[in-house]
């Protein structure tokens, strides 16, 4: 039995539909993360989940149980879940010992074990020596913590977490992003986690279920959600990559522009999707990363030979250049990522490779 469900859940706020036939399931101590951009209806998700949102049509269950639907629905606070909202809030007139024990005392637990477990969970999140603090005296990473202590100490049944890490600047977020992959490895609740952040989504999830105008485009562990992506939108999404036209004719697929073709069977996606009919109309993801340039024969084991480039633009990113390159066969530009140590002018001609396991085919 899964932990959480949501059964083809809509939400219309007039004629607009928000959320669209949104369908997902969690397993007992699963983390999955609702991951896409601004307004493709992740917090309105987050929610419903909650129990503040009513749905339009579906139904949403915990433990096998309905709690939203048709017929009924079970209030917030008779849920057992805890969720952190976009702009989080602790209270300014507490300090972090109350905050972190506010949710106790609303469930009335006994005042000696509340206070061990505020102590406990302060330990977990490392601000047992600020228990005394007031928000007004913690840094934004500090705040966060309280925030997720505040939340994790009741032993909720699923945690919703709506971007608990907007607020913070890059390297504290990467941090709390992993501390956060380990509070889970810890406790093991059943979570909910929004952002619109990928590599914050790969690093905390066991899957990512990827929404686009309140439509779930594909749910999956993030390596295949890389590797496999299923639609142009989840490939663009999930890191950068080419989006190329294509023909697929007896298990092989052309790209228009290039001189060489990529089997079918070694492409990334073949296992995932199937879908290899004849086609002219196809397209097809490349990884960056996955394309070389070099003289002559292809200069990476295993990589197919795709004709001759010229260099059009470049960028040093000092861990590797971003060249763009025009094949001269005609067709689209490419993004190529070559290491710091392959210096090309523009206007170098070149000839291109691939690796056909950065290949997939999207459309
Ligand atoms: N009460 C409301 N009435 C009308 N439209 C709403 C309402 N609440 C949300 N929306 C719209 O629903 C869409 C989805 O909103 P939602 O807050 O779920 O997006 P989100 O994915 O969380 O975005 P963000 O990443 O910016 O937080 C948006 O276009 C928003 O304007
Ligand atoms: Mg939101």
Redesign the pocket.
Known sequence: MSKLQLKNIHKN?GT?A?VNDLSLELRQGELVTLL?P????????LRMIAGFIELTAGAIAMNGQEISGAGRTVPPEHRGMSMIF?SYAIWPNMTVAQNVGFGLDVRRTPAAQAKRRVHEMLEVVHLQHLAHRYPAELSGGQQQRVALARAMVVRPEVLLLD?PLSNLDANLREEMANEIRRLHDEFRFTTVY?T?DQSEAMTISDRIAVLNLGRLEQIDTPWNLYNRPHTPFVAGFIGRTNLVSASLRAGRITLDGLQGEVPVEQAADAAATGDARDRADARVSIRPQSLYLGEGAPVAPGALPMGPVSVVSRTYLGEYWDYVVQPLGGGETLKVHAPPSSVLEIGHQSQLSVDPRGVAVVS
């Open positions: 706020y607009t928000v896409g601004s307004g493709c209806g992740k917090t309105t998700t976009q971007e929004v619109h």
